[in-house]
Each structure stands twice: as C-alpha cells, then as structure tokens.
Nanobody, 118 residues
Framework: QVQVVESGGGLVQAGGSLRLSCASTGRTFSTLIIRWFRQAPGKEREFVAGERWGADNTYYSDSVKGRFTISRDGAKNTVTLQMNNLKPDDTAVYYC???????????WGRGTQVTVSS
C-alpha cells in the first residue's frame, strides 16, 4: 500500500520562502508521480503543482507559476515543493498525493500547514 507523508510547513512572512517535502513508501518511487494540492479555510481543495510522466515534466497552477518549483530526488524518494515569494493567499493546508503508473487513483498524505503572515 502506498503511504505519503508531507513535511516542511510552518509560519513565514509575506515574501519569504518555504520548502515542503513529500515522501512515499510502499511502491518503487519511479513508478509514481506526485501532485501537490492545498486547501484554505472555507475553500475547496485546489491543485498547486504536479509531475507528469516523462522526464522534467512539471506543471503548475496559474496562481503559483513562477514562484513555486516542484522537483524530484530519486535517491531520497522525495519530491519537494519550493515556495518562494509567498503571499498571505498561499495560506492553506498543503497535501501531497501520489499517482501510480497506469492508475488514476490518488494516495493522499495528511497535509502540512503553511501560514503566510502579512
């Protein structure tokens, strides 16, 4: 069974940076891709950034494009989300989800809180 764990959330001032990590166990890391989502209070969960199958294939929501970067470390079985120039609107619980090759199912982590103060 695939297990996903996020880490790295916290409190930061507007304009600052945070790095989130997503670790996955239960499957060979190269057989899954990772997507990041977030959910702010009172709002629906939304897509933030993700990997596509194939080398160097990442994509982002318009709200974070140019500020967030997703990258993979195969040796550590982790995917990181580098978040720069954070804004108060980025405040949310950030979730990592794994997608297995040949499947559309998402395996979710429990989330990590990111709070950006103005």
């Amino acid at each position: 069974q695939v297990q996903v764990v996020e880490s790295g959330g916290g409190l930061v001032q507007a304009g600052g940076s945070l790095r989130l990590s997503c670790a996955s166990t239960g499957r060979t890391f190269s057989t899954l891709i990772i997507r990041w989502f977030r959910q702010a209070p009172g709002k629906e969960r939304e897509f933030v950034a993700g990997e596509r199958w194939g080398a160097d294939n990442t994509y982002y929501s318009d709200s974070v494009k140019g500020r967030f970067t997703i990258s993979r470390d195969g040796a550590k079985n982790t995917v990181t989300l580098q978040m720069n120039n954070l804004k108060p609107d980025d405040t949310a619980v950030y979730y990592c989800a794994a997608v297995l090759a040949g499947s559309t199912n998402l395996y979710w982590g429990r989330g990590t809180q990111v709070t950006v103060s103005s």
